[in-house]
């Protein structure tokens, strides 16, 4: 009993600490920043991942895979910081560790030494519309609590997570395992 009181008080103080003013109660503060919070640790995974698969890419599309993963990659990085600043504007923590992406992070490793062009390509489509679902998600939370700053911010993100799928499916589209 007393560690449960010492961590509610150390709750307690993180919120005070790290509390600003909102018009949000303290409910929708804490329910949108935890969606966020897991949308930016899908946007760390989903980044290195698009990353990985841009650093080992092969075969004769090379250059054209190389190039689109490098600007997918850098598109979803420049969407982890605003994604963190959202959760702190709502006086809430964010994301402190790798171990706290990795709690939080829905989008799956790929530790493979060697994935095909193909199979890269069609892992990206999965997981760009797996997290075009959870910005959905979080959208839909966040509009539940009026929260109009937080929804007009993730539709950016959305249109942006349907390119990447839409990009990566045409690239794909018809390919043989090597990415022919």
């Known amino acids: 009993m007393a560690t449960s009181s010492k961590a509610a008080r150390a709750d307690d103080t993180t919120i005070a600490a790290l509390g600003t003013p909102s018009d949000l109660g303290g ?37 054209d895979y190389h190039l689109l993963l490098d600007e997918q990659s850098a598109q979803i990085f420049a969407t982890i910081d605003p994604l963190a600043e959202r959760s702190r504007k709502l006086g809430q923590p964010t994301l402190r560790s790798i171990g706290h992406i990795a709690k939080l992070s829905r989008i799956k490793d790929n530790d493979a030494e060697f994935v095909s062009p193909a199979e890269m390509l069609e892992e990206l489509v999965s997981d760009n519309k797996a997290f075009t679902a959870s910005l959905r998600a979080a959208h839909e ?18 249109d942006e997570s349907e390119r990447r799928t839409w990009f990566l499916f045409e690239a794909s589209r018809g390919a043989d395992r090597t990415g022919h």
């Not at 503060?29 to 919070?37: P, S």
């Not at 930016?40 to 599309?61: E, Q």
């Not at 939370?141 to 959305?158: G, P």
Request: net charge neutral.
């Open 27 to 63: 409910n929708a503060t804490a329910a949108i920043a935890a969606e966020i919070n897991k949308l930016a640790a899908d946007a760390f995974a989903l980044y290195v991942k698009t990353k990985n698969f841009h650093w080992h890419m092969s075969g004769p599309h090379f250059r």
């Open 141 to 158: 939370v966040a509009s539940s609590h009026n929260d109009s700053a937080t929804t007009s911010i993730l539709e950016v993100y959305l």
